[in-house]
Each structure stands twice: as structure tokens, then as C-alpha cells.
């Protein structure tokens, strides 16, 4: 039999790279591949939203995903709107697509997102106005849990549901409340729970991450609406929190986060990180400096949130530059009127692991680095 020197061996069954080289003097194993195996090392998941046509146009994505996710989100094909354009005409097939993309290659899929008043079809927009049918959403429910719920264990149940300023409550006054009242996002839940008895049920949110009067109105209400949800008995099993950054925001609030996270996980709730990406701001500075800016943002952000033992896993909205749903806008160009005098521009928002040629990027490695950083216990 053929003897591997022993440091060898143990750097290729943690990482799947060989990475002691006899000469080299490597001591320490090299980080493993990919951020699905960073990840995994502190039983985590690591993914991204993803779009099936994409999937399969673009082998360079397509080969990104598999080498770095082990949990995939569908960006677009599960929302009402994509499923249900028209009354009970079903669109299945994107959803289909990337149900049999996950399973072929082992990853998770996240259900996102059942109730979210920009996926609200115009059809059951008008429906709603018209009667209070709850049996709208229990019938797209049923088709999408019945028919997805073997490969989806984790559901983003109600996405954006506070909308701080308009109600004491701060809830968001979307077509759903209009219809049934605050009590939809307790049936909303219940209703999920009766199709999915296994599944993990969540409310995803955005906006929670720095100090601004909007972002503490909205942790309040989100925390007290969880607190009522909880009081009553309602399923509920985890909170996503989306993690847009924003640079035009300012620094995440470290030590506010913190203790944040702290409440939600008092309540029992698991916690995922869900969208993460970040807007930029300086978009006439170099692309290194935005870079290090955006990687120096991520850095922030993910070691105070992996530090939270209820963090179970986190994913980006999306990999690469080139899919981002984060533009430069012409409200960001109007901010540096003497930049760009050459013709050219600041190119696409740099927000995303990977740039738009698929090449990783110091967000990539301050990913990687903030998973490595500290191992769960
Ligand atoms: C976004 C998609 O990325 C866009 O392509 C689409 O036009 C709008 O929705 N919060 C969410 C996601 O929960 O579903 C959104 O996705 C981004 C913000």
C-alpha cells in the first residue's frame, strides 16, 4: 500500500485540496474549497439566489454554484406573481428546473417567498380589493408546498411585513392586510404549517442592520410582531434577515446587531442570513478601493452575525456582479458629475463574491475569511 505522509492526508479529508506540500513547511490545512465547505466546518449552509435560466445559459455560473453553494434560493421562479401569472394558469417549470438542479447536485433549496406584496400578481392584486378570498392564497400555497415541499425544507413564509411610519404596529399595509388585517401573517404561517408539518416556517425581513431611526423603527416592530406570534402559539421557526448593506448608509451597527440577534434568538428562533449584498456609494473611486470597501463592509457585518450560535447559515442575492439586482442608478451617477469625463462609467455595482467575468473578489475572500475566522463550538 502507498503511504501518505500523514499531514498530506489530513489536509485533503478536511478541504478536499491536497495542501501540504512536502518543503513547503505547511503546518496548517488550507482553507477548504468553496464557502459551502468554509461553511460547513461550523455547520452552516452557504448560498445564493439563483435564477434556472441563468443556470443553464452560463456554464461559468453554473459551475460557481455547485463549486461554492450547498443551499440554493430561486431569485424570481416561486414567487406568486412568476407561479401565477394568470388565475389557476401555472407556471411550474422554471421551479421545476431547479428543484431537479438541487437534487442532482446535493445542494438545499430555500422556499422563497410565499407572501411578498411585490409578487402579488395584478389579477389576485384586484381580487383582493374586491373580497377578502383567503382561498387565493390558500389554493397557491397548496400548489407550490404539496409540490415543492419534499425538496424544501425551509420556507420563507411572509417576506417584508413591516413597514415602519403608517401604523402603530409598524406593519406594512400591503394588499394582504387591506384584505384579512394583521391577522394574515398568523394564518399565513398556520396555513403553511398545515402543508409543510416538517418544514422550518419564516418571517424575512430587510432594512435591520444600521443605526437609522427607519431600520430601529423597523427591528422594534419586527420584534414586537414577533412576540405576539409567539405569544399566541404561532408556528413560527426562524427569522431571515436579508442583509442588503448599504454604503450610502454608513457603517453597520456592530453592537446593535448584536443584540438584535440576541433577542431574536430568545425567542427560540433560528436565524438566517438571506440576501446579503451591498450597495456601494463611492462610485468613482477605483475598483480596488470599492472593493475593499464593500469587503471591509461584509467583514463587519459577518463576524458579529457568525458569532450568534442561532446563525445557521447565510446566502448572497445572488454570486456574481453581472446577475446583481443592485444597479447604478442615475441618481448615483448625478453624485460624482466629474467623474467619467473620458466617456467611460463606474461599470456595475461591485456588491457580490464574484465580478461580472466570474472572478472572486475580496467580498469573496472576506466571506471565506469570516467563516474561517472562528470555529462553532
Ligand atoms: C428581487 C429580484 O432580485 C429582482 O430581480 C426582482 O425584480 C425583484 O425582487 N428582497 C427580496 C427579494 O426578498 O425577493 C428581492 O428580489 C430583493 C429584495
Same mark, same amino acid.
Given at each position: 500500500m502507498a503511504t501518505i505522509p500523514r499531514r498530506t492526508f489530513i489536509a485533503a479529508s478536511l478541504g478536499g485540496m491536497t495542501a =501540504?506540500? #512536502?518543503?513547503?513547511? =505547511? &503546518?496548517e490545512p488550507e482553507p477548504p474549497a468553496g464557502l459551502a465547505a468554509a461553511a460547513a466546518r461550523r455547520r452552516l449552509f452557504f448560498g445564493a439566489a439563483v435564477r434556472p435560466d441563468q443556470l443553464e445559459a452560463e456554464g461559468d455560473l453554473r459551475q460557481a454554484v455547485l463549486a461554492e453553494c450547498s443551499c440554493i434560493t430561486p431569485e424570481l421562479a416561486l414567487k406568486w406573481g412568476a407561479v401565477?401569472?394568470? *388565475?389557476? *394558469?401555472?407556471?411550474l417549470q422554471p421551479m421545476d428546473a431547479l428543484r431537479d438542479f438541487a437534487a442532482k447536485s446535493g445542494k438545499r433549496m430555500r422556499?422563497?417567498?410565499?407572501?411578498w406584496h411585490r409578487s402579488v400578481p395584478d389579477w389576485a392584486q384586484a381580487a383582493l380589493q374586491e373580497r377578502a378570498d383567503w382561498g387565493l392564497i390558500s389554493s397557491y400555497f397548496d400548489a407550490v408546498i404539496t409540490r415543492y415541499g419534499g425538496a424544501i425544507?425551509?420556507?420563507?413564509?411572509?417576506?417584508?411585513?413591516i413597514d415602519p411610519g403608517h401604523r402603530s404596529d409598524g406593519l406594512r399595509e400591503n394588499a394582504f392586510l387591506k384584505a384579512f388585517g394583521p391577522d394574515y401573517i398568523a394564518r399565513a404561517l398556520v396555513e403553511a404549517r398545515r402543508l409543510a408539518p416538517q418544514g422550518e416556517l419564516l418571517i424575512n425581513e430587510y432594512? !435591520?442592520? /444600521?443605526?437609522l431611526s427607519e431600520e430601529r423603527q423597523r427591528r422594534n416592530a419586527l420584534l414586537k410582531l414577533i412576540e405576539r406570534l409567539k405569544a399566541s402559539g404561532t408556528p413560527l421557526d426562524g427569522v431571515g434577515l436579508? @442583509? +442588503?448593506?448599504?454604503?450610502r448608509k454608513g457603517r453597520v451597527a456592530t453592537s446593535t446587531i448584536k443584540a438584535f440577534m440576541r433577542e431574536l434568538a430568545g425567542f427560540g428562533l433560528s436565524i438566517m442570513i438571506t440576501e446579503l449584498d451591498v450597495k456601494e456609494a463611492q /462610485? =468613482?473611486? &477605483?475598483a480596488a478601493a470599492r472593493d475593499r470597501m464593500v469587503s471591509d463592509e461584509v467583514r463587519r457585518y459577518l463576524d458579529v452575525a457568525l458569532e450568534q450560535p442561532a446563525v445557521a447559515g447565510l446566502a448572497t442575492w445572488g454570486l456574481s456582479d453581472r446577475h446583481s439586482w443592485l444597479e447604478v442608478t442615475k441618481a448615483d451617477y448625478a453624485r460624482f458629475? +466629474? #467623474?467619467?469625463?473620458?466617456?467611460g462609467g463606474p461599470g !456595475?455595482? *461591485?456588491?457580490?463574491?464574484?465580478? @461580472? &467575468?466570474m472572478q472572486r473578489k475580496p467580498m469573496y475572500f472576506a466571506i471565506q475569511a469570516a467563516l474561517l475566522g472562528r470555529e462553532k463550538a
Open positions: =501540504a506540500v #512536502a518543503g513547503l513547511g =505547511a &503546518s401565477e401569472p394568470s *388565475r389557476g *394558469r401555472l407556471v422556499g422563497h417567498t410565499l407572501m425544507k425551509q420556507w420563507d413564509v411572509v417576506n417584508e411585513p432594512g !435591520l442592520e /444600521y443605526d436579508q @442583509a +442588503h448593506l448599504d454604503l /462610485y =468613482a473611486d &477605483s458629475p +466629474h #467623474a467619467w469625463k473620458d466617456g !456595475l455595482n *461591485r456588491g457580490l463574491p464574484f465580478d @461580472a &467575468s
